[in-house]
């Protein structure tokens, strides 16, 4: 029997190009066709996943005629109560062999592996989560080896199906070593680190694909299934950057959009003084950030970079406003790290050549890297140097180690590369705008917000 497996991953809510991907995908299938995602469909950055807790995600695969989907750590990161909502809702299987509850119990409406039956084609299909290290118990999950949950699936499946499939959200270095290691799994479909493959692989009879990211192609795989074996018959990815945008997919965005602007949109409070906020001068909106932030993690240094805000507020604050002035889904982090390296991270803030740069990394969804901000400190520079930095009112010492309230993105060196020397990290579930919704909302923290830490020498010592 011929098989055509179309398969995406890493969409990351970009839904523009998904509108296009799911008019190739509807143009390619035919009655041999399976469509399977490898995760990260679902970002929440999107106001329509925010505002429906994630359904307007399972509409748009329903509509498409997905059969299945592989958790991956996006969907995971508007935290475990939104996860569970959305796989114990969805007629699409959302499949993990690797994810369970922190307590070790299975998630409502996740799935091991399941059996697709095509035609008489009984397909396996298993996969696997990212191990989002630190960030595990912030999220209420525990992950598990990746390599021994597959081999125990296969263990448990064996004799039960005629074509396995892996579906797997752990990289395309990993898929490949698996495929050595693994005779049983006859194809991978690859996902997590955003490779884009320009036709199939073939790797110790396994056949292996990904397709890129962001929607901006599909994958389309073709097989010959005999009692005799597997055989690759077509394996490629197809750009959608030319196709035209699908209508079903259109309406449902359009309509989860209305709903969810309604949802989001009521105010959750009033405030008395402008958050302003800016990429390059120190702004209330971001000291706010970092006030909150010390005061959460109880941390000698609240440090936190402006690029991550990409607008203020004036009068009043919605779930809406938050997701537009924070999209970014970094978490609250406090970190060890030695005087001298916040030192340095301190003095490059002063280059604005630093503070424009792009400011790529895991879970950025800003533009600039920004400015350094802080709370329980005092920097004093001359506009181009720091000459003095006094945590709490005493002088910085280089060999300390201070304690930092942070986010994890420049925990990880993210923009300032010095912050990446830290030690003893703990990341807390709430998410950066979560610290605006809670603070914003005290008028000692607005107040404290408007007092500047950068302080220039000459207006010290006048």
Not at 362 to 385: C, M, N, Q, T, Y
Not at 392 to 403: F, H, S, V
Not at 416 to 432: D, M, Q, T, V
Request: charge should be negative.
């Amino acid at each position: 029997m011929k098989l055509k497996i179309i398969h995406t991953n890493d969409v990351h809510s970009h839904f523009d190009a998904f509108k296009r991907a799911a008019t190739l995908i509807k143009e390619h299938k035919d009655e041999n066709t399976i469509i399977l995602d490898g995760g990260d469909f679902a970002d929440f950055k999107s106001i329509e996943l925010q505002g429906t807790r994630g359904m307007a995600a399972i509409e748009l695969l329903q509509s498409v005629g997905y059969d299945a989907l592989t958790i991956g750590n996006n969907e995971m990161f508007n935290g475990f109560d939104t996860l569970e909502h959305m796989a114990g809702n969805s007629p699409i299987p959302f499949i993990s062999n690797n994810l369970f509850r922190k307590d070790k119990a299975a998630i409502e409406g996740v799935k091991s592996s399941v059996i697709l039956n095509k035609k008489g084609l009984r397909i396996f299909i298993t996969g696997s989560s990212p191990d989002l290290q630190g960030f595990n118990d912030g999220l209420g999950v525990h992950i598990t080896d990746y390599k021994k949950e597959i081999k125990k699936e296969l263990e448990l499946y064996r004799g039960q199906y005629d074509l396995c499939i892996l579906l797997n959200h752990v990289g395309t270095v990993a898929d490949e070593e698996l495929a050595c290691e693994l005779n049983e799994v006859d194809v991978i479909l690859s996902a997590h680190d955003h490779q884009l493959y320009p036709e199939a692989k073939v790797v110790n009879g396994t056949v292996v694909n990904s397709a890129g990211c962001y929607g901006e192609y599909i994958g389309v795989v073709e097989l010959e299934v005999t009692n005799e074996g597997v055989s690759l018959l077509r394996g490629e990815t197809i750009a959608t950057r030319s196709a035209t945008s699908d209508q079903e997919v259109t309406d449902i965005l359009k309509k989860n959009k209305m709903v969810a602007i309604k949802v989001l949109s009521k105010p959750l409070y009033t405030i008395d003084l402008p958050l302003w906020h800016d990429v390059l001068e120190e702004n209330p909106m971001t000291n706010l950030i970092a006030d909150g932030l010390q005061d959460m993690l109880n941390c000698d240094l609240g440090l936190i970079n402006s690029g991550i805000v990409n607008a203020g507020a004036f009068h009043s604050i919605s779930h809406k406003n938050l997701i537009e002035i924070c999209p970014s889904p970094l978490n609250p982090t406090s970190f060890e790290i030695q005087g001298k390296h916040i030192r340095e991270a301190i003095g490059e803030s002063l280059d604005a050549e630093v503070c424009l740069a792009d400011g790529k990394g895991p879970g950025f969804r800003g533009k600039f890297v920004g400015r350094l901000h802080v709370s329980g400190a005092e920097i004093i520079h001359d506009g181009k140097v720091v000459s003095d930095i006094l945590i709490g009112n005493n002088p910085l010492e280089d060999e300390r180690w201070y304690t930092v309230a942070s986010s994890d993105y420049l925990q990880r060196g993210s923009g300032y590369e010095s912050l990446g020397h830290a030690r003893n990290e703990k990341y807390r579930p709430e998410e950066i705008r979560d610290v605006i919704r809670l603070y914003g909302n005290r008028a000692e923290f607005v107040e404290k917000a408007q007092v500047n830490r950068w302080k220039e020498s000459s207006k010290v010592m006048s």
